[in-house]
């Protein structure tokens, strides 16, 4: 739609008088607004500075994408929030209505402990320590009421529609409280390329849920609707309740509909007669999956009957329905090699299979064995469940979750669907990423695990966790990813070892509704993110791929930079819209280093081969041309187009190798030069020989170290319970002005980092001025420490750490260093 003129007018006026505050001060005193990203935790005590703030939101988009990010208001005194409007979104090539904006306010779960599996299986990096209250929940209330000195964040989310123009839009964000309206500028760049609809995604978002009843064993019975809301399945109230499940589903891209099919048989009227022979009733089946299929949320149907009873692990036992003393139809568990278990899977899985025939739904309709199967009671009962079900019905899709290897990797031979742990699939990925280039599906698979430094949906995890997921999926070629727990909301959060694993949306008895959370919000983020990426594979596989991977490349190495996730995206709705890549175009033969002019932020490079190409080559980076380090090897070239991602800050870069055709870097000028780059400097302890400073530069090479295993970090170690002050200390070569530090925290293992960061200056090196310090990462990542003060002329800087080792984490591991 192309605004009016008057429309346009309007607006324009609306957004030349409102009075724009600043991060620093808003209009009001006492009063700070701000934009942060949608990746970023934003705490009750947060401030701009420790969430990337800025003074607008502007977002990036695809057609028919929902994309999000926070706008934050905080007080010195309490406040009420009436509401939040929008102006229309405009452009000169047409408008999204405000009926395509909403908000949230963002509520906080408070964490007893950090996420911790196995009582010592502790998430690496978590976004802040436990005990403290974490950003979760999006309220379903139009208004609220903020405490004094309290941060409040806004979710600000826009649905981009699927006929807009590509072009930027701007408008306004208006929050209107009882002591006046603050107002934030709102801008989305739209890519002219349009996602397909949830419906008719080839990605498959699995989340098991009890909002129709139990999907497996569970003893004693907890009917979770009843509750939660009071209600029990199939009520006029929990009719109105789907209604909104219905919307979530299509919102958030939630595609495949879980059907407990022996909970549903016994809703409907299914009775067994004394010889054992069973009426099937499948009413209830089809009263939901055509109340979900006339709502456009169904691409898969999952038919949830697997093996399960008391003893499920140790021995496998088959579900099914029999006749009680009373004569009611009752689940029954029996052995899987019993005469009972042979005749239910006859009649069941037949009668099934004809009547998904009969209904059409025999490309939609998968089903499963038994959940992750292990040892030999595990191998031996699924494969012979599986013959029994595949002697009935040979074309039935069967995917189950796996973990327990060498049975997971077993499986996935014969399952139609692999569906391995993000765990196992990181350390044994080959037998699942061969069954997908035979053309099998593969959908990653977490729960309460992994832990550690893997991508999973825990509360306490980084945000930006969830969506690198999709991102995961789309390196690996994967279609799908499967969590067990959407709703199970029969545990307490302080009763969770891992938080946040039971359930992703929360209860709303109130309203009657479902309460979104930003971590649902986050993997619907990642799924967009994957539609985007398989477009450009249509055109450039090769490329899309090495774009993806240069964000997350397996389940434990991916980037801990939001920024450069927002860059790395950037390029991919460019490339996927067919936008030409802005980026330096450099000599294809750049053996001798190829001069950007400047100090840069690399984000990658962009390669074009010729007929001849190499087997393996290397990146390197430098600042002055003398001094390079191996920035990125890429040990699998196809040939072609590649990509090759690097996050590093250098002036010069070079490739030696032949067949070269193109060498583009992507990336941008820095703002302002890094005055130690590349610089040596001085350390007041001498790094261990298994963690060394092997160059004598890597907190000033510009490259930022991956994971433990790379060799770029160096360490200073210590004792359990032991205290130690260290630092490190740069000579700028003359007086110069300095205002900032930025300090690269470990990313993998947060406790690896110092407890304290303060910045020391000198004129002669023996004289210091304290300058300011901060005591936890404060970017918009989590990850760095960034000290800020007024400027002042000095040619000696001292960074000063402290740090309290411990039994778990006794080293502290030291990377980039920037002075500003």
Request: charged share 25%.
């Amino acid at each position: 739609m192309k605004p009016s003129r008057m429309l346009v007018a309007v607006v324009a006026a609306a957004m030349a008088t409102s009075q724009i505050p600043s991060v620093a001060q808003s209009a009001a005193p006492h009063t700070q607004v701000w934009a942060a990203r949608a990746s970023t935790h934003v705490f009750k005590d947060s401030l701009p500075s420790d969430t990337g703030g800025s003074t607008a939101l502007a977002l990036d988009s695809a057609r028919n994408e929902f994309e999000a990010g926070q706008v934050v208001i905080r007080r010195d005194q309490k406040f009420t929030i009436k509401r939040v409007t929008f102006t229309p979104l405009i452009s000169t090539v047409g408008l999204i209505p405000t009926a395509n904006l909403t908000y949230n306010f963002v509520k906080y779960t408070s964490l007893n402990h950090n996420s911790v599996f196995g009582g010592n299986q502790y998430v690496y990096a978590p976004s802040r320590p436990a005990p403290d209250d974490f950003p979760d929940g999006l309220s379903n209330s139009p208004s609220t009421t903020v405490p004094a000195n309290t941060t409040q964040p806004i979710w600000v989310r826009i649905h981009v529609p699927k006929t807009v123009n590509g072009g930027v839009y701007r408008g306004l964000v208006r929050i209107e409280t009882d002591r006046g309206t603050e107002v934030l500028p709102l801008s989305i760049d739209v890519r002219p390329v349009t996602i397909p609809d949830a419906k008719d995604s080839g990605f498959t978002d699995v989340e098991w849920t009890l909002f129709f009843g139990t999907v497996s064993y569970q003893e004693p019975p907890v009917e979770t609707m009843l509750a939660n809301y009071g209600f029990s399945p199939f009520t006029p109230k929990w009719w109105k309740l789907m209604e909104d499940y219905a919307n979530l589903r299509r919102d958030y891209r939630n595609n495949n509909l879980t059907l407990p099919m022996a909970t549903l048989l016994e809703a409907g009227n299914t009775t067994v007669d004394p010889d054992g022979t069973v009426h099937f009733d499948w009413s209830k089946v089809d009263q939901v999956v055509k109340f979900f299929t006339d709502r456009g949320t169904v691409s898969r149907l999952e038919g949830f009957w697997v093996n399960g009873g008391p003893n499920y692990w140790t021995h496998w036992d088959v579900e099914t329905l029999a006749r009680d003393a009373d004569g009611k139809t009752v689940k029954k568990y029996v052995p899987w090699t019993s005469p009972e278990a042979d005749r239910w899977i006859q009649q069941y899985v037949g009668a099934l299979r004809d009547h998904v025939h009969q209904m059409g739904w025999t490309d939609k309709w998968w089903m499963h064995i038994g959940d992750e199967p292990q040892g030999d009671s595990g191998r031996e009962g699924w494969n012979g469940i599986f013959d029994k079900v595949k002697a009935v019905w040979p074309e039935v899709k069967i995917g189950d979750a796996t973990f327990h290897d060498p049975v997971a990797s077993e499986v996935s031979q014969r399952e139609d669907i692999t569906i391995p742990n993000l765990l196992n699939y990181e350390s044994n990925p080959k037998p699942f990423d061969d069954a997908r280039a035979a053309g099998k599906d593969l959908w990653l698979y977490n729960c309460n695990i992994p832990t550690l430094g893997f991508l999973n949906r825990f509360i306490d995890q980084p945000e930006y966790y969830q969506r690198l997921i999709g991102w995961l999926a789309a390196a690996r070629n994967a279609n799908g990813h499967l969590h067990w727990a959407f709703n199970n909301w029969n545990i307490a959060m302080d009763d969770e070892d891992v938080k946040g694993d039971y359930w992703v949306v929360n209860p709303d008895k109130e309203h009657n509704l479902l309460e979104r959370t930003i971590r649902l919000e986050s993997m619907r983020d990642g799924i967009e993110d994957w539609e985007v990426v398989s477009i450009l594979k249509k055109t450039h596989p090769d490329l899309a791929t090495d774009l993806a991977k240069a964000l997350a490349s397996t389940p434990g190495t991916f980037t801990g930079d939001v920024t450069y996730l927002d860059r790395i995206r950037s390029l991919v709705l460019d490339a996927a819209a067919g936008r030409p890549i802005h980026a330096p175009e450099l000599a294809a033969q750049v053996g001798a280093g190829a001069d950007l002019g400047s100090q840069y932020q690399v984000d990658g490079v962009f390669l074009k081969w010729g007929a001849q190409h190499p087997a393996e080559y290397t990146i390197q980076t430098s600042y002055d041309g003398v001094n390079w380090v191996d920035a990125a090897r890429r040990t699998a070239a196809n040939g072609g187009e590649d990509f090759v991602g690097l996050n590093a800050k250098a002036r010069y870069i070079r490739l030696q190798s032949d067949g070269l055709i193109s060498f583009k870097v992507a990336g941008a000028k820095l703002p302002q030069q890094n005055l130690v780059a590349g610089r040596t400097y001085t350390k007041s302890w001498t790094p261990p020989a298994g963690f060394p400073d092997s160059t004598g530069l890597e907190s000033t090479d510009g490259v930022i170290s991956d994971n433990w295993g790379d060799g770029r970090p160096y360490v200073i170690q210590g004792a359990d319970g032991e205290t130690k002050s260290f630092d490190v200390g740069f000579d700028l070569g003359a007086r110069k002005t300095v205002r900032q530090v930025d300090v690269q925290g470990y990313v993998e293992f947060s406790g690896y980092r110092p407890d304290t960061v303060r910045v020391l200056t000198s004129d002669d090196g023996e004289r210091w001025t304290d300058r300011g310090g901060v005591t936890r990462p404060n970017d918009a990542s989590g990850n760095r420490f960034e000290v800020r003060f007024a400027p002042v002329r000095a040619q000696h800087v001292k960074v000063a750490f402290t740090r309290t080792f411990t039994k778990a984490a006794d080293g502290v591991f030291l990377d980039d260093i920037e002075v500003y």
